[in-house]
């Protein structure tokens, strides 16, 4: 990883610019590891862009999080990037609009922590034992030799707190909490961002919730729980796709459950499938199997399919 790292950040000091970009409906690890790169960037004189694909729209949750002005939408990314640099994005497919540019790029710099990574750029920095993309990033600006600045530190701690599940997941480490109290001491807003970020929703995402929660469904022999969003709900309640993100986390509470998962039906008649895991079962596993990714403890696919055949096709592994 030091050798690609190193290769890494050679790269974007000979860059003439340098183009960033994270997967499509960004989460807060791709969407704080990209914006926190831009800023130390930024703030050092580079010619830099950051934006993820269509729907070209961020979950109100985020808002709290500096630079979202600063993205560029995706119709005026550069076409042939001189250094292009994804973030959080397992495969070329995730990257959606942004996936022309990226296989144009004279190099494509692949930044990541999931296992399931495709390796798919020039130069792979891969660490699937890093808890989120913005501690890969954090290691990246030192790489560097570039300064930190309280924007970029806001922006990482995003990433951090996010993909360690405010520090409850397996992968909180020591070193989690050293570049947590590192980010926090240049000035980051802890309480009011930890509430945009996991409190704060609107009263009709509640009530979305709640229609979803009284659909779920226990398969107690195969110690399972899953929901669904439609689009049909999206409308009825006028909740964006953003906004139930974390719908997930309400349902792993389930204690009767080891495994549990959201269908999540997109605008494109698409469904977005979420899993986690406490540990028992590796969730990546059976996500890759279905043409998807991630960890061990939380992974996901896309899949046209009706629910009912996603499930069946689900309890089928975790009956094996």
Known sequence: MRSDLAHA??????????????????????????????????????????????????????????????????????????????????????????????????????????????????????????????????????????????????CLYAALVCDTGRFQYETTTPEVFQLAAELVGYGVPVAKLSRTLFEEHSFAYLKLMAAALERAVLDADRSFVYTSVTRADLDEFGVSFGEIEGLIDVVRRTSEAEVSAVFKEGADGVTRVSMRSLGAVDVCRIAQSQGGGGHRFAAGFSTDDPVAEIVRRIESQLHE
């Not at 934006?51 to 119709?75: C, I, K, M, N, W």
């Not at 540019?101 to 660490?127: C, F, M, Q, T, W």
């Open 9 to 154: 950040a050679d790269v974007i000091r000979g860059a003439r610019s340098v183009a960033l970009a994270c997967h499509v409906n960004p989460d807060g690890d791709a969407l704080g590891s990209m914006l926190g790169l831009h800023h130390v960037l930024r703030g050092a004189g580079v010619d830099v862009v950051s934006s993820f694909s269509e729907p070209f729209t961020v979950a109100p949750h985020y808002r709290e999080l500096p630079g979202l002005d600063l993205l560029t939408p995706p119709a005026s990314f550069p076409t042939e990037p001189d250094v292009m640099i994804t973030f959080d994005s397992g495969a070329l497919s995730r990257l959606g609009d942004l996936e022309r540019p990226a296989k144009a790029a004279r190099e494509l710099v692949v930044l990541d922590h999931h296992v399931s990574n495709d390796r798919y750029g020039s130069i792979n920095v891969i660490v699937p034992d890093a808890a989120a993309t913005g501690v890969v990033v954090r290691r990246l600006v030192d790489e560097l030799d570039l300064a930190l600045n309280a924007d970029a530190a806001v």
